[in-house]
Structure formats: structure tokens, C-alpha cells
Antibody, heavy 128, light 107 residues
Framework: EVQLLESGGGLVQPGGSLRLSCAAS????????MNWVRQAPGKGLDWVSG????????YYADSVKGRFTISRDNSKNTLFLQMNSLRAEDTAIYYC?????????????????????WGQGTLVTVSS | AIQMTQSPSSLSASVGDRVTITCRAS??????LGWYQQKPGQAPKLLIY???NLQGGVPSRFSGSGSGTDFTLAISSLQPEDFATYYC?????????FGQGTKVEIK
């Protein structure tokens, strides 16, 4: 059974830092890309960051670029999100999510079969 | 970044109704779109991937269609457990982007 367990959330002052972790189990972690997705209170889903299976490629939303860093430790089946220079608008539940299989079409275009597993989330509150 | 415009933002429907939700991308995204269901206090759940493929374990009353810029999620006969918020997500390129969500409420 696939399990994703986030930790590291909490209350932090504006300008502060937090490091989120996501412990993965039930699948071959090193074979799948991973994402972080957040949801501010009462708001919609907001994609934050993604990382390839090897960790060699990373991607960010414009709103967090330069402040957040995604990484992974495939030997420990763990995904991380280092969040610096936090702002009130970063207050949200942060979900760790597994990307499905990546496959290629006849012209070499990459596709995925969605974000197929999600953790239960960890709450980050940025407030003084 | 690609913008995903989802409509309607909310709808009221009765059990047994057919419901459709649409997502429009600001540029062509092939069929690289998924649909997700989220109930209050829960994590999102994948319903449809690659625009029209039903995720395992998802009831067949859910279906997806579309390609390029226009996509639709349909629920053929709404059940009590389907009252939730639905989101589209483009996975054509980075940064990924979600639609704003559609809240399906009981009439």
C-alpha cells in the first residue's frame, strides 16, 4: 500500500524558514517523480514544486522560485521542501504527492498518468 | 505559465442528475490533463488521467473528454458521495497549474 506521510509543518514568523519532509513507502520511491501541492485555508489547490525520479530536475511555481527548494533522498525514501523567506501568503496545508508513470508517445513527447497518490498534508502557518 | 480556466465555480444538482464541468487551457496541452476530487478535510483523489482515462477503482459514472485546449469532466448520474470539489490539473509542462475548482453541492 502506497503511503506518504508529511511532517515538519508548524507556526513560523514571516521571514522564517521551515523544512518539510515526506516519508514514502509501498512503492519504489526512486522510480517516480514527486510534487508538493498546497492549499490555503478555504482556497483551491496550488501546485508548488516538482522533482524528477533521480532528483536531477526540479521545477517551481513562480510564487516560490528562489525561496523554496525541493530535494529527495532516494536511499531514505524521503522527499523534502526547504522553505525560506516565508510570507503570510505561504500559509497552507502542504501535500506531498506521487506522480504516476511517465510514458512517451511516438514523437518522443512525455506524458504522465496523473498524480496518483497524495499524503494527508501538513499545515504551515506563517504569522507573527 | 499555462492558465486553466474552470467552469462553473459551483453548481447545485440533485442525486441522479448528469453534471458536466469544463476546463479550458490558455494554450494547447495535448491530452495532458487530469481531474481530481476533493472532499472537505481530505486530500485530493485522482479520477481521470490523460484527459479520458479512468483511474483504477473510480466508478464508471465518471468520464473525461477533450484534447488541445478544451476538456470536460462528466458525472453521468450524481451520487451522494460525489458532492465535493473538483479540480483539473495540466501536466503538459512546468509549472503545473490547477483550475480554480468547481464545488458540486446538493440542490
Amino acid at each position: 500500500e502506497v503511503q506518504l506521510l508529511e511532517s515538519g509543518g508548524g507556526l513560523v514568523q514571516p521571514g522564517g524558514s521551515l523544512r518539510l519532509s515526506c516519508a514514502a513507502s509501498g512503492f519504489t520511491f526512486s522510480s517516480y517523480a514527486m510534487n508538493w501541492v498546497r492549499q490555503a485555508p478555504g482556497k483551491g489547490l496550488d501546485w508548488v514544486s516538482g522533482i524528477s525520479d533521480s532528483g536531477g530536475s526540479t521545477y517551481y511555481a513562480d510564487s516560490v522560485k528562489g525561496r523554496f527548494t525541493i530535494s529527495r533522498d532516494n536511499s531514505k525514501n524521503t522527499l523534502f521542501l526547504q522553505m525560506n523567506s516565508l510570507r503570510a501568503e505561504d500559509t497552507a496545508i502542504y501535500y506531498c504527492a506521487k506522480v504516476g508513470i511517465v510514458y512517451y508517445d511516438g514523437s518522443g513527447g512525455a506524458h504522465t498518468n496523473g498524480v496518483d497518490y497524495w499524503g494527508q498534508g501538513t499545515l504551515v502557518t506563517v504569522s507573527s | 505559465a499555462i492558465q486553466m480556466t474552470q467552469s462553473p465555480s459551483s453548481l447545485s444538482a440533485s442525486v441522479g442528475d448528469r453534471v458536466t464541468i469544463t476546463c479550458r487551457a490558455s494554450q494547447g496541452i495535448r491530452n495532458d490533463l487530469g481531474w481530481y476530487q476533493q472532499k472537505p478535510g481530505q486530500a485530493p483523489k485522482l479520477l481521470i488521467y490523460a484527459a479520458s482515462n479512468l483511474q483504477g477503482g473510480v466508478p464508471s459514472r465518471f468520464s473525461g473528454s477533450g484534447s488541445g485546449t478544451d476538456f470536460t469532466l462528466a458525472i453521468s448520474s450524481l451520487q451522494p458521495e460525489d458532492f465535493a470539489t473538483y479540480y483539473c490539473l495540466q501536466d503538459y509542462n512546468y509549472p503545473r497549474t490547477f483550475g480554480q475548482g468547481t464545488k458540486v453541492e446538493i440542490k
